[in-house]
Every structure is written in structure tokens, then in C-alpha cells.
């Protein structure tokens, strides 16, 4: 049976077959343990992480010791919030995110929220962006953290990160008020550089950027300001005690190949994603019962996510499912029965959030592909539309 065209890259990619290649020695020849200093193996291992390390902070303009491996973004949000949260609680307690952040950012909130902090919800307009003036008047005395994605994972909307940066970085020295942000969309596909965007945590994922699910890393700036982060897991004491576990090196490896991929082809790649995305939409406008969800240009080259009114979305989706692989949501939160919390924050009845589709562009995808799934969006609307 053929497969479905894949178009669901904001849910994960496939593995490069150049990141691949450069995994592969660490699983069985070069397979020691990275904190084992003492013979060939480990050194071996200590060398290839200490040069992904490397390349992985010179792509964000970091210093490697700056660079936390984790298991992926989820790991790195939780130990950005909940770390900053109980090293700087003395200094406060009020944190700011927003209503269309990823869960792994609303969930350790939630959490936090439980111990007795407070958490500010900003907003959202109809197109996807926050309000600067309105997040800046949300800033209190007692502000220790803003937690602001750069890239959104359902509707690709990308966030003004460098001028929050500046918010945050104009209100020292009187109040030191971090900024944290989930570049787990963005890594490798928009230019990110944490000194001059202000970041002072910045999560990461490699299986975004076809690299290997089951690594990512927290970016923690070490001066000015130098981040405090309480760790969530103890243990050995590796990444300088703020992330205990064995690393997990071939994964590394493949991260830096991956992020080194992306950013060497990034302005081609990007071009091509948004050359894609351009003609489905125009393909996709034939429909008058379609419409956009974002950002008609920021936003990332290779996200469409529309809504489809008067249509029931499960049908859709059963409709689609032999021909193409999309997505009516964050893949992270597939198995809930809830419409789209980022849709409904944009103004969406529940109804109209559940009949929408994202659309996630990829480097392997074709325009001979996107004419074969317009086609079939088109058949498949028109056949469930009522009469």
C-alpha cells in the first residue's frame, strides 16, 4: 500500500541520511560513556560532545558552556520554568507566558501555580501575536520570569522574541526579569542569536530539524545576567549539575549534524518551504469556506493551518488520512478530544477550531506532492459540504 504524502513536519521529520551517517560510529564503535575519563572509549565520547556542544552554541552566537543537553524541549521548559521558579522565589513569584503557548510550557505553569505562584495568561490578537504594550504593563515588581515561544507549533505564528528580549533586559538593574523562550519550532529555520535578542533560556529540539527524537538542550546564559536554575533531576551532577544523566551521544552528534544541515541550507530551504506553502494556499483560496489561522506572513515558510467552517473536522481528517498526513492540532496533544486551545485564544468557536488542518512543510516535500493533496483537500471539502 503507498503511503500517505507525510505533511505533518511540526510534529516531527524523519531522520537525515547525512545526521544518520554521522550517528551511526557512536552506537557501536565509539560507544563509551562521555563522564568515563579515564580510557580511549570515554574520551572518544567526551571529544564528539564536547564538538557538538560547540557547534550547537555557535549556532545561537552561545559559549558551549552555556549549552544543557536534555531529553528534548520538554525537558528543557520544564527545567527553565520550574529551575528559574524555585531559584529565584525569594525574589518573586509572579511569571508571564501566553494563552497560545505549548503545554510543556501551560503545564509547568499549572503546576507552579499549585505551590503559589502566580501566573499571567497574556493574550493573544486575532492574528496570533502578542501585544508588546500589554505584556509590558503585565510586568510586576515581583516578575521573575516571561516565557514566550518563537515559533508556534500549530499556527507558525513567530513572536517578536528580540524586542520581549529588550523589555526584559531594559528593566536591569533595578529588577532582573528573565527571559525564557521554546525555539523548538524555530531552531535552524528562522536566524536565532541569543545575545542580541536578549534570550536568557532558550529551549531546543533536534527531531524538528531531522535529527533523532529523544534530544534537545536549554540554552542558560552565564552572564549578564548569569541564570540561577535549580535541577530537576538529580544524580551524577553531569551538565554542570544542572541536568544528572548519562549522555546520550549519538543523539548529540546527530543534533549538531542536524542543526548544522539546517542552518548551512536554512535561506534555500526556507525559500522553498514558503514557495510550497504559497501555491497550496492559492490552490486551497478556491474553497470559500476556508480561511486562515495566523499571521499572514510572520509565521514560519512552511506552516499553513486553516479552518474549514461549516465542515465537521473528524470527517475531514478520515477523509484525508489515505492520501496525506496532517495534522488538526499540536501532535503533542492528539489523543485529547478538546478543540485547539491556540485556535479558541485567536477567537474561534470550538466547533470552527476542530475543523482545521495544519499543513507542516518539510525539506523532502514536492510541488508535484502539494498539487496531489490540493486536489484531494478540494474533493474531500466539497464532498462533505452540505448541500
Known amino acids: 500500500?503507498?503511503?500517505?504524502?507525510?505533511?505533518?513536519?511540526?510534529?516531527?521529520?524523519?531522520?537525515?541520511?547525512?545526521?544518520?551517517?554521522?550517528?551511526?560510529?557512536?552506537?557501536?564503535?565509539?560507544?563509551?560513556?562521555?563522564?568515563s575519563t579515564g580510557h580511549l572509549y570515554g574520551w572518544e565520547a567526551a571529544s564528539a560532545v564536547k564538538l557538538a556542544r560547540e557547534a550547537i552554541a555557535k549556532a545561537i552566537n552561545a559559549t558551549p558552556e552555556e549549552i544543557?543537553?536534555?531529553?528534548?524541549?520538554?525537558?528543557?521548559?520544564?527545567?527553565?520554568?520550574?529551575?528559574?521558579?524555585?531559584?529565584?522565589?525569594?525574589?518573586?513569584?509572579?511569571?508571564?507566558?501566553?494563552?497560545?503557548?505549548?503545554?510543556?510550557?501551560?503545564?509547568?505553569?499549572?503546576?507552579?501555580?499549585?505551590?503559589?505562584?502566580?501566573?499571567?495568561?497574556?493574550?493573544?490578537?486575532?492574528?496570533?501575536?502578542?501585544?508588546?504594550?500589554?505584556?509590558?504593563?503585565?510586568?510586576?515588581?515581583?516578575?521573575?520570569?516571561i516565557s514566550v515561544m518563537a515559533a508556534n507549533n500549530e499556527i507558525g505564528v513567530l513572536q517578536p522574541i528580540a524586542e520581549i528580549g529588550q523589555i526584559c533586559h531594559d528593566r536591569a538593574p533595578q529588577q532582573q526579569v528573565l527571559f525564557h523562550s521554546d525555539a523548538a519550532q524555530a531552531i535552524g529555520?528562522?536566524?536565532?542569536?541569543?545575545?542580541?535578542?536578549?534570550?536568557?533560556?532558550?529551549?531546543?529540539t533536534a527531531h524538528k530539524i531531522y535529527g533523532a527524537k529523544g534530544i534537545g538542550a536549554l540554552y542558560v546564559r552565564r552572564r549578564n545576567p548569569r541564570v540561577s536554575l535549580t535541577p530537576q533531576l538529580h544524580g551524577g551532577g553531569h551538565e554542570r549539575g544542572m541536568r544528572s544523566g548519562t549522555l546520550y551521544t549519538p543523539q548529540i552528534v546527530g543534533f549538531a549534524k542536524a542543526l548544522e544541515i539546517a542552518i548551512a541550507s536554512q535561506a534555500e530551504e526556507q525559500q522553498q518551504a514558503l514557495t510550497i506553502r504559497q501555491h497550496l494556499w492559492e490552490c486551497l483560496s478556491e474553497l470559500d469556506?476556508?480561511?486562515?489561522?495566523?499571521?499572514?506572513?510572520?509565521?514560519?515558510?512552511?506552516?499553513?493551518?486553516?479552518?474549514?467552517?461549516?465542515?465537521?473536522?473528524?470527517?475531514?481528517?478520515l477523509a484525508l488520512q489515505p492520501i496525506v498526513a496532517v495534522s488538526s492540532g499540536s501532535a503533542c496533544a492528539s489523543a485529547k478530544t478538546a478543540p485547539s486551545h491556540v485556535l479558541t485564544a485567536l477567537g474561534h468557536s470550538p466547533e470552527l477550531a476542530s475543523a482545521s488542518i495544519r499543513f507542516g512543510i518539510g525539506r523532502f516535500?514536492?510541488?508535484?506532492?502539494?498539487?496531489?493533496?490540493?486536489?484531494?483537500?478540494?474533493?474531500?471539502?466539497?464532498?462533505l459540504r452540505p448541500i
Open 68 to 145: 544543557v543537553f536534555t531529553s528534548g524541549a520538554t525537558e528543557s521548559n520544564n527545567l527553565a520554568i520550574k529551575g528559574v521558579a524555585e531559584s529565584y522565589h525569594q525574589k518573586g513569584r509572579h511569571i508571564i507566558t501566553v494563552q497560545t503557548e505549548h503545554s510543556a510550557i501551560l503545564d509547568p505553569c499549572v503546576y507552579l501555580a499549585s505551590l503559589g505562584f502566580e501566573i499571567t495568561y497574556l493574550p493573544v490578537r486575532s492574528d496570533g501575536l502578542v501585544d508588546l504594550s500589554e505584556l509590558e504593563r503585565a510586568i510586576r515588581p515581583d516578575t521573575i520570569l
Open 1 to 35: 500500500m503507498q503511503r500517505p504524502i507525510y505533511l505533518d513536519c511540526h510534529a516531527t521529520t524523519p531522520v537525515d541520511e547525512r545526521v544518520w551517517e554521522a550517528m551511526l560510529p557512536y552506537f557501536r564503535e565509539s560507544f563509551g560513556n562521555a563522564a
Open 289 to 317: 469556506c476556508i480561511s486562515l489561522n495566523g499571521h499572514s506572513t510572520k509565521r514560519l515558510a512552511g506552516n499553513l493551518n486553516v479552518s474549514f467552517t461549516g465542515l465537521n473536522g473528524q470527517l475531514l481528517m
Open 365 to 383: 516535500n514536492t510541488l508535484e506532492e502539494i498539487e496531489i493533496v490540493a486536489n484531494h483537500v478540494l474533493a474531500s471539502v466539497r464532498s
Open 189 to 204: 529555520k528562522i536566524p536565532l542569536d541569543v545575545m542580541t535578542m536578549h534570550i536568557d533560556l532558550m529551549s531546543l
